[in-house]
């Protein structure tokens, strides 16, 4: 589990990418200030998780071991 924190993400849109670019499905659910990523399914590898919010895009990279 990888969990992104902010303000008031409640709304907020999210997509995880692999090293390609190419959008890897996810479970994702945000509350409150935190938006949060299930990455039991996920190969290990780099990926790239970008949050929508308000008008606003914010990326993070994310390392599965």
Request: hydrophobic share 45%; with cysteine; net charge positive.
């Amino acid at each position: 589990t990888c969990v992104l924190e902010g303000t008031d993400l409640t709304n907020a849109q999210a997509g995880l990418f692999n090293i390609l670019g190419e959008q890897v499905p996810a479970g994702f659910a945000a509350s409150g200030n935190r938006v949060t990523l299930n990455t039991a399914s996920l190969a290990k590898g780099f990926y790239v998780v970008r949050v929508v919010n308000a008008g606003k895009a914010y990326t993070a990279r994310v390392i599965i071991e």
